[in-house]
């Protein structure tokens, strides 16, 4: 057998071999989609109730939004698409915030980082027009370049205006399902979330449905505190006379959950609905047959 023929063979091979894989994939994969799944009722579980975040777990903000901001403003300021490439807008936003003196000094997180201090006042209550001057204030100090400060300044228009944030905000289908088909089997149902109050108010109004299925909500903006704070949990647990133990909380952020873990309440990380049904699996409130 010449070169040629043996790398014809090879190849034939290890074409066969890979959809041989592939084929082994798919049938796992639908055996597993084909599962059935059963919710353990509350009255047979070790647990009784869950605890949700609310965004990114129950409610997320449309790309459309985050769009809304910045092409208008790459249109306006030509220069930005060039000034964006190898720059990460999120990291640069914060780090001029984190520059900003804030009242609180308990920290909060988003995706493993801790967040300007500024936004934990916005978040705990403080007077959203004296944190929207201070803001401004501060990007046109700012030693960036005027379309970079004019794309912060949009940024910050959009996330501290009540209404606008409210309303670029939508339930996540799945998640808000799997809340129902907890509150059918007998589970208490709660909000625990950093949210800052106005928006929140309008957010509850806009998603009437989803806030009715919750016998208790604790937003930071109303409560002046919270996560991964212990005494916004402790006083969740307290002011709904809740058994730690018999507590699972569901958040996005490691650092809330791993706060909830401590005090004895059982923490699932959201990263999407799978990732929360598995940990309910783990858990034995969820089982697969």
Request: glycine share 4%; net charge positive; with cysteine.
């Amino acid at each position: 057998m010449n070169s040629g023929s043996l790398f014809s063979t090879f190849s034939r091979k290890r074409t066969y071999s890979l959809i041989a894989i592939l084929s082994c994939f798919f049938i796992i994969a639908a055996k597993y989609q084909h599962r059935t799944v059963s919710i353990v009722p509350a009255k047979t579980s070790q647990y009784k109730t869950v605890i949700f975040d609310l965004g990114d777990v129950l409610l997320r903000t449309s790309k459309r939004t985050k769009a809304s901001v910045v092409i208008p403003t790459i249109f306006q300021n030509p220069t930005l698409l060039y000034r964006m490439f190898g720059m990460d807008i999120k990291e640069e936003f914060f780090k001029l915030l984190h520059e900003i003196p804030a009242i609180s000094t308990e920290p909060m997180y988003n995706q493993g980082k801790q967040m300007p201090l500024i936004m934990a006042d916005w978040m705990t209550g403080r007077n959203i027009d004296e944190i929207k001057n201070i803001v401004e204030k501060h990007i046109n100090k700012s030693p960036q370049p005027t379309s970079i400060k004019n794309l912060f300044r949009s940024i910050a228009r959009l996330m501290l205006d009540a209404q606008t944030l409210a309303d670029s905000q939508s339930p996540i289908t799945t998640m808000v399902q799997l809340a129902k088909n907890l509150k059918s089997k007998g589970y208490k149902l709660y909000v625990l979330s950093n949210w800052e109050a106005d928006s929140y108010k309008l957010v509850k109004k806009q998603n009437t449905e989803l806030f009715n299925l919750f016998d208790g909500i604790m937003v930071s903006g109303e409560e002046k505190m919270g996560k991964p704070s212990p005494e916004f949990y402790k006083k969740l647990l307290e002011k709904y006379n809740l058994n730690a133990n018999e507590c699972i909380f569901i958040d996005d952020e490691i650092n809330n959950t791993q706060a909830a873990q401590k005090l004895g309440i059982k923490s699932i990380v959201c990263k999407n609905t799978p990732a929360v049904c598995t940990g309910f699996v783990n858990l034995g409130v969820m089982i697969l047959s």
